[in-house]
């Protein structure tokens, strides 16, 4: 249709209801539309993933500012942390993500931005930064986040402010995965972010908020926000 500048963004602007046809909103990408059909596509959502609608809710929920600040954005991928981070007025964003030209194109050449992709986090040190950052957040897929970020939180600010996106499918185990990737309750949905809540606890971190994330991770699990404040 070429309402969308990828089939992906097309896709995830379904998911949020904002393709209508014929005056009816359609939810899955999947549903045949005939030749005729009218289409009204909403205007999407300003950032270069559907992660950037997840951290722009974290900072307004629990009242963040990242203005001037260090800023590290562990699995940044496309960009869509980092951008949030940029637009706020970060001073400085750390994009660290161990895939590969992924980071979009509108957020390269970015003095503010320093792009480290190919780059394991789990590899940092404070040599790595100019300042420690004073803003953490991270979005990982595939692995725990206590894996990744085990020694990312030693590297922090005094009083730094931490958000997670905490996501129960790569938390729970494959014994807790149904077929199509969907966490089979719940109430160990809950569990997994109770968990890491404890692991973070552990780290020096307290946790002052957590949150459901405003739209759901692709295969449609519930994932959430967490907020945590570095303790001196």
């Known amino acids: 249709m070429g309402l969308y500048e990828s089939r992906a963004r097309a896709q995830s602007a379904i998911k949020l209801g904002l393709v209508i046809v014929d005056g009816r909103v359609i939810k899955k990408s999947s549903e045949k539309i005939s030749e005729n059909s009218i289409i009204e596509a909403k205007k999407e959502f300003p950032w270069v993933s559907r992660g950037g609608v ?4 974290a900072l307004k929920q629990f009242n963040i500012s990242v203005k001037n600040k260090v800023c590290l954005d562990v699995g940044a ?4 942390f980092t951008e949030v981070l940029y637009s706020n007025g970060a001073k400085k964003i750390y994009s660290v993500d161990v895939g590969r030209d992924q980071l979009h194109h509108r957020l390269k050449n970015i003095e503010k931005i320093v792009s480290m992709e190919n780059f394991d986090a789990r590899n940092l040190t404070e040599k790595h930064f100019t300042e420690p950052p004073q803003i953490i957040v991270c979005d990982a897929s595939f692995i725990s986040v206590t894996k990744v970020l085990d020694q990312v939180l030693t ?17 729970v185990g494959k014994k807790g995965i149904s077929r199509g990737g969907i966490v089979k309750s719940e109430s160990l949905a809950l569990t997994s972010l109770s968990e890491v809540s404890d692991w973070i606890h552990t780290k020096g971190w307290s946790i002052s908020a957590t949150c459901e994330s405003p739209i759901k991770g692709t295969s449609g699990n519930t994932e959430y926000l ?4 570095f303790r001196n």
Do not use: N
């Open 54 to 57: 997840k951290l722009e809710h």
């Open 77 to 80: 991928s496309t960009g869509g």
């Open 155 to 171: 590297l922090s600010a005094s009083e730094a402010d931490l958000v997670i996106l905490v996501k129960p499918q790569f938390e």
């Open 226 to 229: 967490l907020h945590a404040k």
